[in-house]
């Protein structure tokens, strides 16, 4: 079976800091891989997917960046945070086919102090 | 730009009552797909949709497929405390991505 693995699972880090948030996936091949940002009980904003190795689309421009080294896994980074980088970050990947939906990792919560 | 709408925002109700939700669309979806984030988690797939009409139960849950394809409504039927989170509607935005909508927030009290 298909599992998704994101972490750490809580980071605080100062202004200024680098950041590597890792996802994998496990079980599968070729996935679309997807980072959302969660503010404090708001929706999904999309950050950046891919649907193969080294292909990244960025969804809003900002302070972040995504890397696909590997087929199953997909790095979200920083070179310095702000604090408008604090928030609850996502991995989720799915089939080509997106009917089926996306499968969500339990989530990052960044806290940039 | 596409976008999905969700309403109610939010709600607050009594254990056992029953819940009812919609998502809309400014344009046509095959596919619609429902969503709950339990506080702390991500998101968890409950109930997919695949034909306009059609109506899927998960348990207490039941949702349908408008009949334009542009909407879609969530039903929780005798809510009960772990019923608490945000519930997301969403849809393929094209064949790399899925659009979600602005999410139910649901309480429950006892």
């Known amino acids: 079976s298909q599992t998704i693995h994101q972490w750490p699972a809580t980071l605080v880090q100062p202004v200024g800091s680098p950041l590597s948030l890792e996802c994998t996936v496990e079980?599968?091949?070729?996935?679309?891989l997807y980072w959302y940002r969660q503010a404090a009980g708001r929706g999904l904003q999309l950050l950046f997917y891919s649907v193969g190795i080294g292909q990244i689309s960025s969804e809003v421009p900002q302070n972040l960046s995504a890397s696909r080294p590997q087929d199953r896994q997909f790095i979200l980074s920083s070179k310095k945070l702000l604090l408008s980088d604090s928030g609850f970050y996502l991995c989720a990947w799915s089939v080509q086919r997106l009917n089926y939906g996306y499968t969500f990792g339990s989530g990052t919560r960044l806290t940039v102090v | 730009g596409q976008q999905l709408n969700q309403s109610p925002q939010s709600m607050f109700i009594q254990e056992g009552e029953d819940v009812s939700m919609n998502c809309t669309s400014s344009s046509i979806f095959n596919t619609w797909l429902w969503y709950k984030q339990d506080p702390g988690e991500g998101p968890v797939l409950l109930i997919a949709l695949y034909k306009a009409g059609e109506l899927t139960s998960n348990g207490r849950l039941t949702a349908q497929f408008g009949i334009t394809r542009k909407d879609s409504f969530l039903n929780i039927s005798a809510s009960i405390p772990s019923d608490v989170g945000i519930y997301f509607c969403?849809?393929?935005?094209?064949?790399?991505?899925?659009?979600f909508g602005t999410g139910t927030r649901l309480q429950v009290f006892p």
């Open positions: 079980g599968t091949s070729n996935p679309n």
């Open positions: 969403a849809g393929p935005y094209n064949t790399d991505k899925l659009i």
